[in-house]
């Protein structure tokens, strides 16, 4: 694919790839030099919606994979032969890059360049802390809609890597903060109810 393409016209350009059922290595091969930036969009991308479990605790956990690999400075992510050969719906996939596209080509219009220090790829490995927070935020948070504020901080932060652009990367961090407030009162909820049964 196209180095000069947008996040949009990535995700288009995946939706359109040929078959009924499209292979996790096929979509990484796809993202070529942009496979981090990418990969942490497509797994906030379902998180932005109210999903049933077990769809974000699995997002977390392979979005963790992923973050690790960034703290560890590897030039591009290693994902296991077992998940490369998984595949993903061409429906399912092709409904939620519809679901974003209007979202992101708006952001689009308002990203540019900026704050670059935040997006450069020297500032990968701290990104990758802060996406880590996040996936981890994912894995624990309350089911159908506490993982809205934290795919969106995800989406934001990917979009951010991708567009070169500080300011979404800080939005990210912003939406962030408040899904792992939210994450955190369910975690504690759930808790204090352990430890009133059996305490």
């Given at each position: 694919m196209s180095s000069s393409l947008r996040t949009s016209g990535l995700l288009t350009a995946l939706a359109g790839l040929p078959g009924g059922r499209i292979a996790v290595?096929?979509?990484v091969s796809?993202?070529?030099d942009r496979a981090y930036a990418l990969l942490v969009v497509l797994l906030g991308l379902p998180n932005c919606l109210p999903m049933p479990p077990p769809?974000?605790?699995v997002c977390g956990f392979v979005l963790a994979f992923v973050a690790i690999q960034m703290l560890m400075g590897r030039r591009t992510p290693w994902l296991p032969q077992a998940l490369l050969k998984r595949s993903i719906g061409k429906p399912e996939l092709?409904?939620?890059v519809a679901r974003a596209l209007p979202a992101l080509t708006r952001l689009?219009?308002?990203s540019k360049p900026r704050l670059t220090m935040l997006?450069?790829?020297?500032?990968?490995?701290v990104l990758g802390l802060l996406i880590l927070i996040l996936a981890l935020g994912l894995i624990l948070a309350a089911p159908f809609i506490g993982q809205i504020p934290l795919g969106l901080a995800v989406c934001l932060v990917g979009l951010g890597l991708v567009e070169r652009d500080g300011l979404l990367i800080l939005a990210g961090a912003i939406f962030g903060a408040a899904g792992l407030l939210l994450s955190a009162g369910f975690a504690y909820a759930i808790f204090s109810?352990?430890?009133e049964l059996f305490f």
């Amino acid at each position: 694919m196209s180095s000069s393409l947008r996040t949009s016209g990535l995700l288009t350009a995946l939706a359109g790839l040929p078959g009924g059922r499209i292979a996790v290595g096929t979509i990484v091969s796809a993202l070529q030099d942009r496979a981090y930036a990418l990969l942490v969009v497509l797994l906030g991308l379902p998180n932005c919606l109210p999903m049933p479990p077990p769809i974000p605790l699995v997002c977390g956990f392979v979005l963790a994979f992923v973050a690790i690999q960034m703290l560890m400075g590897r030039r591009t992510p290693w994902l296991p032969q077992a998940l490369l050969k998984r595949s993903i719906g061409k429906p399912e996939l092709t409904r939620a890059v519809a679901r974003a596209l209007p979202a992101l080509t708006r952001l689009e219009r308002f990203s540019k360049p900026r704050l670059t220090m935040l997006g450069g790829a020297y500032a990968v490995p701290v990104l990758g802390l802060l996406i880590l927070i996040l996936a981890l935020g994912l894995i624990l948070a309350a089911p159908f809609i506490g993982q809205i504020p934290l795919g969106l901080a995800v989406c934001l932060v990917g979009l951010g890597l991708v567009e070169r652009d500080g300011l979404l990367i800080l939005a990210g961090a912003i939406f962030g903060a408040a899904g792992l407030l939210l994450s955190a009162g369910f975690a504690y909820a759930i808790f204090s109810g352990i430890k009133e049964l059996f305490f």
